[in-house]
């Protein structure tokens, strides 16, 4: 039987050489099962254009600084979790320690099957239709799929990769 991790992996402050995202380690992801009912979020959204957002960074930004602010940011982890609503809209659900005020605050109940890929961002699609058929060959048939972006653009070209967890809803786990 797969152990199920009820808490995101911390980091330390050795792995946040560039002051802004610290570096990703897959092996504390891939292929491991979460159970996020015990974490608490908080949801915003951005604009796309055909997936492809167009006001990411201002929008990140503004909702770290927000959290931060409130006093409710968790200082050695971190997890933002991405769906896709529509080709126009993504929503991002960022994990806190409590409320955020003007923020709706979500449960993510369940467990959650990852997995990590490291590429271009132009692999999206080929990643989650792989990852859409390890979730149905295991009995998953329509699953939620939330992405967690691991490290903006320019971290991701200083540490020479682009990691990014697609982490699926277990239904039968």
């Known amino acids: 039987m797969t152990q199920i991790i009820r808490s995101i992996p911390a980091y330390s402050a050795e792995d946040n050489v560039t002051g802004c995202c610290p570096v990703f380690h897959p092996e504390h992801y891939d292929n491991k099962l979460f159970d996020f009912s015990d974490l608490h979020f908080i949801q915003t959204s951005t604009k796309s254009l055909m997936y492809v957002p167009t006001n990411m960074d201002k929008v990140f930004t503004k909702t770290q600084a ?11 982890r971190y997890l933002i979790l991405s769906q896709d609503v529509s080709p126009f809209k993504c929503n991002h659900y960022f994990m806190t320690q409590g409320p955020v005020t003007d ?17 271009d961002f132009k692999d999206m699609g080929k990643w989650v239709k792989d990852f859409s058929k390890v979730l149905k060959d295991q009995g998953n048939p329509k699953p939620s799929i939330y992405t967690f972006y691991t490290t903006c653009p320019n ?14 809803e277990q239904v039968n786990a």
Not at 106 to 117: D, Q, R, T, W
């Open 66 to 76: 927000d959290i931060e602010a409130s006093g409710q940011g968790i200082h050695d």
């Open 155 to 168: 971290c991701a070209k200083v540490y020479g990769h682009n990691y990014v967890v697609l982490f699926g």
């Open 103 to 119: 923020y709706p605050n979500i449960e993510i109940k369940g467990n959650y099957l990852a997995k990590v890929y490291d590429g």
